[in-house]
Structures are given as structure tokens and as C-alpha cells.
């Protein structure tokens, strides 16, 4: 049984960082893709970023060059490094597991950008 829990979210000015966690509890998590989701009130769940077992990332386009998705695998952690944020990043985060035959969901943090 996969449980993730995410930490790190909060109220940030327009030009600040976060750093978000997530904590994966269970057994191989090194074989798992590990994703960043968000959720803006009113919006569907989109992909922030994305990094494989391998190491592999993706990025949306709306975060390339300010946001960095890594893993930490000894720790079992995946962690999400936010710059330059902007007002239109304020939503849930929520923390992706996935293997071939399974998907686990962390319950999300809020990250809300206002001045």
C-alpha cells in the first residue's frame, strides 16, 4: 500500500519559492514515476512535472525554467524547487505515484501566490 504526503505549500509573494515535498510510504519506490499535479479552482488536474525511475524529466510549458522536479530515492522523497512564482500558479498540489499497473495520490497542498 503506497501512501505519499505532501508538505511545503503556503502563502508566497509574486517572485518567491517553494519547495514542496512528498513522502512515499511503501516498498520500491525507485521503480515508481514520480509526478507533480495541480488543480486551480474551477481548472482540471494538469501535469506540472514529471520524473521517471531513470531520472528522466518533463516539465509543462508554463513552469520550464522556473520549477525543478528530483528524487531523492534513499529518502523516498520527490521534491518540487518553485521560482519566480506567479500569481497564476496558486492552486493544489498534489503528489503522483505510478507504475505500469498502479497510481497512488497524495491529498495535495495548497500553494497560493498573492502580493
Known amino acids: 500500500q503506497v501512501q505519499l504526503v505532501e508538505s511545503g505549500g503556503g502563502l508566497v509573494q509574486p517572485g518567491g519559492s517553494l519547495v514542496l515535498s512528498c513522502a512515499f510510504s511503501?516498498?520500491?519506490?525507485?521503480?515508481?514515476?514520480m509526478a507533480w499535479y495541480r488543480q486551480a479552482p474551477g481548472n482540471q488536474r494538469d501535469l506540472v512535472a514529471r520524473?521517471?525511475?531513470?531520472?528522466?524529466?518533463n516539465y509543462a510549458d508554463s513552469v520550464k525554467g522556473r520549477f525543478t522536479i528530483s528524487r531523492d530515492n534513499a529518502r523516498k522523497t520527490v521534491f518540487l524547487q518553485m521560482n519566480s512564482l506567479k500569481v497564476d500558479d496558486t492552486a493544489v498540489y498534489y503528489c503522483?505515484?505510478?507504475?505500469?499497473?498502479?497510481?497512488?495520490w497524495g491529498q495535495g497542498t495548497q500553494v497560493t501566490v498573492s502580493a
Open positions: 503522483k505515484a505510478s507504475t505500469m499497473s498502479r497510481i497512488s
Open positions: 511503501g516498498s520500491a519506490f525507485s521503480i515508481y514515476t
Open positions: 520524473i521517471t525511475s531513470g531520472g528522466s524529466t
